[in-house]
């Protein structure tokens, strides 16, 4: 269900990529959202602005990434209490997922503008962002490859998981 949910989130993480300005520079917001027409912010806010209201299909993508990481994190809450905290893999995927949702809010310079951690330059939170799921995806590629050679599922097993990750992210 973990690779699932992170290949929601890469999907969509790569969608997101294409409009995605990584600049700290600060620009007047002149898009179809009239209240913050004028208004003066970072280049990288001005593209997630700009992906919500003008792409088609920018605010589900932006949505389905985000829901697609929370699921990602309980999940791996999850993996990491039933191991009782004895998988080293599930406690680093915990890590990789706090540390790669934090960094998404840095990079889109939203929630921690203002703050101490707002002062980080964007492309720096960007960058760690992308390495945070890159190593992710490498530890749940380890971890799949262990379960499934200790215990191998059954194509039924995966489209179960599937049709869950389906059902949770759009319930949420």
Do not use: N
């Not at 799921?133 to 971890?143: D, H, P, R």
Request: aromatic share 12%; net charge neutral; hydrophobic share 55%.
């Amino acid at each position: 269900m973990l690779v699932y949910c992170f290949v929601v989130v890469l999907l969509t993480g790569g969608f997101l990529a294409f409009f995605y300005t990584p600049s700290g520079q600060t620009a007047m917001y002149d898009g179809s959202y009239a209240p913050l027409r004028g208004v003066m912010m970072s280049e990288a806010y001005e593209s997630a602005l700009r992906t919500s209201f003008e792409v088609r299909g920018g605010v589900l993508m932006r949505q389905l990434h985000h829901e697609s990481s929370v699921l990602l994190v309980m999940g791996a809450v999850v993996w990491a209490l039933l191991g009782r905290f004895r998988y080293t893999l599930a406690l680093l995927g915990l890590g990789l997922g706090l540390l790669g949702g934090l960094a998404g809010y840095g990079s889109v310079d939203d929630l921690l503008a203002g703050t101490v951690l707002g002062k980080l330059p964007i492309p720096l939170w960007y960058g760690l962002h992308l390495l945070a799921a890159l190593a992710m995806g490498v530890v749940l590629v380890i971890s799949s490859y262990r379960e499934a050679a200790r215990d191998p599922r059954t194509s039924a097993f995966m489209a179960l998981g599937l049709g869950l990750v389906v059902l949770v992210i759009f319930w949420l």
